[in-house]
């Protein structure tokens, strides 16, 4: 177990939540775009790390975006061309 000292801890919760190292990384998944600006604005990690994760991230955007824009039961919205014939037991009857 790593130990961290108190005033490391202190500073650490001094800082805004979205710049934590834990929040950033959920924004990546939930929120690429963000999460990766974030990361590079903000996290010390290398910059091999940064071009790797930012790379990660905009496929997972675009997996996001095409899977949303690409949803069968948002295309199919004609109506149905035959409509159902309802019998309502009285038979025939004429038009006015």
């Known amino acids: 177990m790593i130990r961290t000292s108190r005033r490391k801890r202190h500073v650490e919760n001094e800082r805004?939540?979205?710049?934590?190292?834990?929040?950033?990384?959920?924004?990546?998944?939930?929120l690429p775009p963000i999460g990766a600006?974030?990361?590079?604005m903000v996290t010390r990690?290398?910059?091999?790390?940064?071009?790797?994760l930012?790379?990660?991230?905009a496929?997972?955007?675009?997996?996001?975006?095409?899977?949303l824009s690409t949803?069968?039961?948002?295309h199919?919205?004609?109506?149905?061309?035959?409509?159902?014939i309802v019998d309502d037991g009285r038979g025939p009857q004429s038009s006015p």
């Open 16 to 30: 805004p939540w979205f710049t934590r190292q834990r929040w950033i990384l959920l924004l990546l998944v939930l």
């Open 45 to 52: 990690w290398t910059p091999m790390t940064k071009i790797v």
């Open 54 to 57: 930012s790379v990660v991230a």
């Open 71 to 74: 949803n069968p039961e948002t």
């Open 37 to 40: 600006l974030l990361m590079w």
């Open 76 to 84: 199919d919205r004609s109506p149905d061309p035959v409509a159902p």
């Open 59 to 67: 496929l997972w955007c675009g997996a996001l975006v095409i899977g």
